[in-house]
Structures are given as structure tokens and as C-alpha cells.
């Protein structure tokens, strides 16, 4: 999984959206109203895709 941040001005979603099409098995997720330290800005959002993408089998 790619997490992006919709508000990240050092790296926008396009960066992210070029390295989850280089990975086969990638998907990309956005998170809204986060910036660089989207941990910080969207704990929940964030816990809970990383929760969802640790549950999905390989």
C-alpha cells in the first residue's frame, strides 16, 4: 500500500500515484486533510487503513 496525503506540499499525490503504478500488487490510498506528517494530522484515517492493509492476505 501507498499512503498519500491530499495537503502534502513536499510530496503530492502524483509522486505517490507513480510509485504505486511501478509496484504490481500496490494500491494507493489518500488521505484527506493531511499534510507531510499525515500520522499527526489524520491518527484514526491513518490506523485505519494500515489496520485494513495488514488484514488483507498477500
Not at 500496490?26 to 484515517?45: F, I, N, S, T, Y
Request: charged share 20%.
Amino acid at each position: 500500500m501507498v499512503l498519500a496525503e491530499c495537503d502534502d506540499p513536499i510530496t503530492p499525490v502524483e509522486a505517490h500515484r507513480a510509485l504505486a503504478d511501478a509496484v504490481p500488487t500496490a494500491r494507493l490510498a489518500v488521505v484527506e486533510q493531511a499534510g507531510h506528517l499525515r500520522p499527526l494530522d489524520q491518527p484514526v484515517a491513518t490506523t485505519a487503513l494500515l489496520r485494513d492493509w495488514l488484514a488483507y492476505p498477500a
